[in-house]
């Protein structure tokens, strides 16, 4: 039983163009998300977070937005670049601090010069 | 600020075998994380230490998985006997005991590969 989902496995984008990949939820108690970016033989690294309270969170290229109704979550990255080509882990949580996140299977980006 | 330590970094050995990993995390940070990501899937929880205590062991298969965190700093996990499908990066992962992004930091992982 998934409870986050990342439909897509793999998305190409030409460099400069916008990158969305998307997350589904179906844990309705989840209310803080966050976005992990992997390099290959490495471990993930922190991108960017947003909680239940707001429905868009920006920071830089990249920006969170967070639909709670339909338990849908995305990232957008404007412009892409091929150094964020990189697999993308949506991870889902009952509050921020000391929880058990949970991740879904990652969405490999492709950003082609 | 040094970051989650992780040894060995690979690691091949046969079925019935045993293997340990090692994670030293961020100094200050009291919980700890071992997580299991299988090629293809996204990390999976194995353990979760609030200094050395055991916060959330739900998902170890306690019969052949084993962790501890001696001291509260650093920890051991143990697979003893080793299956076909324990072959997967097991990454170990620390957080900061203070509110904020509740950003995990992660080791690079200790690949498996169980033959």
């Known amino acids: 039983d998934q409870q986050v989902k990342q439909n897509s496995p793999s998305l190409s984008v030409q460099e400069g163009r916008i990158s969305i990949l998307n997350c589904d939820y179906t844990?309705?108690?989840?209310?803080?998300f966050l976005w992990y970016k992997k390099y290959p033989a490495e471990g993930p690294t922190f991108l960017i977070s947003i909680s239940s309270i707001k429905d868009k969170n920006e920071d830089g290229r990249f920006t969170v937005f967070l639909n709670k109704s339909a338990k849908h979550l995305s990232l957008h990255i404007v412009p892409s670049q091929p150094g964020d080509s990189a697999v993308y882990f949506c991870a889902a949580s009952e509050g921020n601090y000391g929880q058990n996140f949970v991740f879904g299977p990652g969405t490999r980006l492709s950003v082609l010069p | 600020e040094a970051g989650v330590a992780q040894s060995p970094r690979y690691k091949i050995i046969e079925k019935r075998q045993s293997v340990a990993f090692w994670c030293n995390p961020i100094s200050g940070h009291a919980t700890l994380y071992w997580y299991q990501q299988i090629l293809g899937q996204g990390p999976k929880l194995l353990i979760q230490?609030?200094?050395?205590?055991?916060?959330?062991d739900s998902q170890l298969p306690k019969d052949r998985f084993s962790a501890e965190r001696l001291k509260g700093v650093d920890s051991t996990l143990k697979i003893q006997p080793a299956k076909l499908e324990d072959s997967a990066v097991y990454l170990c992962?620390?957080?900061?005991?203070?509110?904020?992004?509740?950003?995990?930091?992660f080791g690079e992982g200790s690949r498996l590969t169980v033959l």
């Open positions: 844990n309705s108690m989840f209310d803080y």
């Open positions: 992962a620390s957080s900061t005991p203070d509110p904020g992004t509740g950003e995990l930091f």
């Open positions: 230490f609030q200094n050395n205590g055991v916060v959330d």
